[in-house]
């Protein structure tokens, strides 16, 4: 039974290892090519880049034979998503959503969302302040409308050019632990924390620290996704696609 993993997640990554412990099935993870350097286990069949659309997806579906679709882009994938969708219901294949839990605020906690850019930037104020900022490298030049601002700003990948005139550049992969935050925090002198809700475990240790510190949170709310059967993790994933077996 061929599987098609649309990637981009931690859990993507550990349940194409699941499937390849099972014999029934075959996998191809997919992947965006939003970093330079995917991190792609040995031995695992994988490819990167987009298919052209909804009618370049029905098209590799139908030409690789794919029995069923796991949509397990980033939380903020916006298009795709609903490309797979579409395109796996031309092709009459089952689809499900492997989409972990969003972050959600606990005693102690000083959070606000928000629904874009724009509006965490009209929260940090005209008064300069000092800004933790995880959103992505390709998001981050949105905040060169608020230059007064000092930024620490953290990617995977180095964000290129630097559209910011006040920052620290960090290149760093999770996941990271509590005392990596609230030591990057304190040496900063952070007073207001930006990301993206993206939910997980690899970065939820800046959530803590800030928690820890007192630090006021700014989260970017996910996008509208849509409605599909839901996984939460890799091993309900992995049943939905035992369920399918013939």
Same mark, same amino acid.
């Given at each position: 039974?061929?599987?098609?993993?649309?990637?981009?997640?931690?859990?993507?990554?550990?349940?194409?290892?699941?499937?390849?412990?099972?014999?029934?099935?075959?996998?191809?993870?997919?992947?965006?090519?939003?970093?330079?350097?995917?991190?792609?286990?040995?031995?695992?069949?994988?490819?990167?880049?987009?298919?052209?659309?909804?009618?370049? %997806?029905?098209?590799?579906?139908?030409?690789?034979?794919?029995?069923?679709?796991?949509?397990?882009?980033?939380?903020?994938?916006?298009?795709?998503?609903?490309?797979?969708?579409?395109?796996?219901?031309?092709?009459?294949?089952?689809?499900?959503?492997?989409?972990?839990?969003? !972050?959600?605020?606990?005693?102690?906690?000083? !959070?606000?969302?928000?629904?874009?850019?724009?509006?965490?930037?009209?929260?940090?104020?005209?008064?300069?302040?000092?800004?933790?900022?995880?959103?992505?490298?390709?998001?981050?030049?949105?905040?060169?409308?608020?230059?007064?601002?000092?930024?620490?700003?953290?990617?995977?990948?180095?964000?290129?050019?630097?559209?910011?005139?006040?920052?620290?550049?960090?290149?760093?992969?999770?996941?990271?632990?509590?005392?990596?935050?609230?030591?990057?925090?304190?040496?900063?002198?952070?007073?207001?924390?930006?990301?993206?809700?993206?939910?997980?475990?690899?970065?939820?240790?800046? %959530?803590?620290?800030?928690?820890?510190?007192?630090?006021?949170?700014?989260?970017?709310?996910?996008?509208?996704?849509?409605? %599909?059967?839901?996984?939460?993790?890799?091993?309900?994933?992995?049943?939905?696609?035992?369920?399918?077996?013939?």
């Amino acid at each position: 039974m061929r599987i098609l993993i649309l990637g981009g997640t931690s859990e993507a990554s550990e349940l194409v290892k699941l499937l390849a412990e099972e014999s029934f099935f075959q996998a191809t993870l997919s992947l965006a090519g939003r970093t330079r350097q995917p991190q792609v286990a040995a031995g695992i069949s994988h490819r990167i880049g987009g298919f052209g659309g909804v009618a370049g %997806l029905v098209q590799w579906l139908r030409a690789q034979h794919i029995a069923a679709l796991v949509d397990a882009t980033h939380p903020f994938a916006r298009v795709m998503p609903f490309h797979a969708a579409e395109a796996a219901a031309i092709c009459g294949i089952p689809i499900l959503a492997l989409r972990r839990p969003a !972050w959600q605020a606990g005693p102690g906690d000083d !959070w606000r969302e928000f629904d874009d850019h724009a509006g965490i930037i009209a929260a940090l104020g005209a008064a300069p302040r000092r800004v933790f900022l995880t959103v992505g490298r390709l998001e981050v030049p949105a905040y060169a409308t608020a230059p007064q601002h000092f930024y620490l700003v953290r990617s995977i990948d180095p964000v290129v050019p630097q559209p910011l005139p006040e920052a620290a550049w960090l290149t760093e992969r999770g996941p990271f632990d509590l005392d990596h935050e609230l030591g990057l925090l304190r040496q900063h002198c952070i007073d207001a924390v930006v990301s993206k809700n993206s939910g997980g475990f690899a970065t939820e240790a800046k %959530l803590l620290a800030a928690r820890s510190l007192g630090l006021p949170v700014l989260l970017l709310r996910r996008p509208q996704k849509p409605a %599909l059967p839901v996984a939460a993790t890799a091993a309900a994933a992995l049943d939905w696609l035992r369920a399918l077996h013939p």
